[in-house]
């Protein structure tokens, strides 16, 4: 079956930091792949998305390139802000069918 | 102007007793969703509806109903509340390209 797996968390940066976020997933096919944010007390709300292999995918400084060779989709952004604070989850859907398949989701703490 | 809301935000409850959590989508899509999610963040999807019809239907116990009146609704509601459903219910809709917008959350605690 289909899986996403995510860098543990939590993470602790300060600000103006460098953030990757690692994401791998294995799937049948040519799937789409997601980021969401959820900033604390919210729910979840996309960040970008990459449709087929390399795309990038890019939104508020945030990008992600769909790598199909290495079944990667990492998160990155060059310098993280305090209001970046929150859980980011990696996704993957399925060419057919509506199911999402989310990570664990990583924790993000950025500090002044 | 509201994309998809959830009701009530907060619940309470006692164990044994059933509660029904609403949601709603003004975006007009077909396919909305049920999430739970857990003390450690992690999501779980538990049904999911297209046109009023169940399409996905997770290994979840039978005291959790789901219910869609219109394509526009899909409400949970749980019999016999136990303590391990204390968590954060999510709704969420599906735009065409597989964009889900998600709802606030509804945050369960069962004493």
């Known amino acids: 079956g289909n899986s996403v797996t995510q860098m543990e968390g939590p993470v602790t940066l300060s600000e103006e930091a460098f953030l990757t976020i690692n994401c791998t997933y294995t799937?049948?096919?040519?799937?789409?792949l997601f980021w969401y944010v959820q900033y604390p007390g919210e729910g979840l709300q996309l960040l970008l998305k990459?449709?087929?292999?390399?795309d990038k995918g890019s939104n508020k400084g945030f990008e992600a390139t769909y790598r199909k060779e290495t079944t990667s989709f990492h998160l990155e952004k060059g310098s993280v802000q305090v209001s970046d604070s929150a859980v980011y989850f990696c996704a993957l859907k399925e060419t057919s069918g509506s199911r999402l398949t989310f990570g664990e989701g990583t924790q993000l703490t950025v500090n002044p | 102007d509201t994309a998809v809301s959830q009701t009530p935000k907060y619940l309470v409850t006692q164990m044994g007793n059933d509660k029904s959590i609403k949601c709603e989508q003004n975006l007009g899509h077909d396919t909305m969703y049920w999430y739970k999610q857990d003390s450690k963040k992690f999501l779980k999807i538990m049904f999911s509806?297209?046109?009023?019809?169940?399409?996905i239907n997770e290994t979840v116990p039978n005291r959790f109903s789901p219910k869609s009146p219109d394509k526009a609704h899909l409400n949970l509601h749980i019999n016999s509340l136990e303590l391990g459903d204390s968590a954060v219910y999510f709704c969420?809709?599906?735009?065409?390209?597989?964009?889900?917008?998600f709802g606030p959350g509804t945050r369960l605690t069962v004493l």
């Open positions: 509806y297209n046109n009023k019809e169940l399409i």
């Open positions: 969420a809709s599906k735009h065409r390209t597989d964009t889900q917008y």
């Open positions: 799937a049948t096919g040519y799937p789409s």
């Open positions: 990459a449709t087929k292999a390399d």
